[in-house]
């Protein structure tokens, strides 16, 4: 099993900057894909960010140019940069993760999700 822990959330005026951190741990023998997702209200969950490992990073049109993914390997932890932030990007975001185990079999892992609220 693999666990993920998110933090970073939070309220912020529109403008404003966030950085969240997720962070993973358990049976990890690879992580190939790293990244971001979010819920607003009354929505359904959307790709935010995602990482390939030793790949580029692919964004939602609705954020490019404004959020950063980015990863530690090291750490297994991935970290979205969120500047320019408006009240359109509220919403709970969830990070998750894509394992490759020894038998090369694929499994998804998501965090419990932290509140992001931009105020305007």
């Known amino acids: 099993q693999v666990q993920l822990v998110e933090s970073g959330g939070g309220l912020v005026q529109a403008g404003g900057s966030l950085r969240l951190s997720c962070a993973a741990s358990?049976?990890?023998?690879?992580?190939?894909?790293m990244g971001w997702a979010r819920q607003a209200p009354g929505k359904q969950r959307a790709l935010v960010a995602t990482?390939?490992?030793?790949?580029?990073?692919n964004y939602a049109d609705s954020v490019k140019g404004r959020f950063t993914i980015s990863r530690d390997n090291a750490k297994n932890t991935v970290y979205l940069q969120m500047n320019s932030l408006k009240p359109e990007d509220t919403a709970v975001y969830y990070c998750?993760?894509?394992?490759?185990?020894?038998?090369?079999?694929?499994?998804?892992?998501w965090g419990q999700g932290t509140q992001v609220t931009v105020s305007s």
């Open positions: 358990g049976s990890i023998f690879s992580i190939n894909t």
């Open positions: 998750f993760v894509l394992t490759v185990d020894t038998a090369q079999l694929s499994s998804y892992y």
């Open positions: 990482l390939i490992s030793g790949g580029s990073p």
